[in-house]
């Protein structure tokens, strides 16, 4: 899975480096908890994008988790990307990565 904080941009440019930086934090915790908790890691993918690795979880399953990581970071009047892609037999890790980014889906949350 891949998460962008899509409007990253906007909140350095409104709020200052720092905030966005502490954004990158917050999702990065939540991200790792998340991960954790199905015996999978998260790591920081590049500048605003975070690659979450659930092994031996499902289509759906991984859907969930994405769900669940928007709701978690709800409220912070940031757009959230999520991309989800299913390693096949016979895939490179960069295959599985091309076919999550091209899977991006915007959810926009915002505050309750």
């Known amino acids: ?52 690795v659930v092994p031996d979880t499902h289509a759906e399953g991984a859907e969930a988790l994405a769900r669940e990581l928007r709701l978690d970071l709800d409220g912070r009047s940031v757009a959230v990307t999520t991309g989800v892609a299913g390693w096949h037999h016979g895939e490179s890790g960069a295959d599985v990565l091309t076919r999550a980014r091209l899977a991006l889906v915007v959810h926009e949350i915002r505050p309750g």
């Open 1 to 52: 899975m891949l998460a962008e904080l899509s409007s990253l941009a906007e909140v350095n440019d409104r709020d200052g480096y720092a905030a966005g930086d502490a954004l990158i934090q917050e999702a990065g915790r939540a991200a790792q908890r998340m991960a954790s908790r199905c015996g999978g890691t998260a790591c920081r993918h590049s500048g605003a994008r975070l690659a979450i």
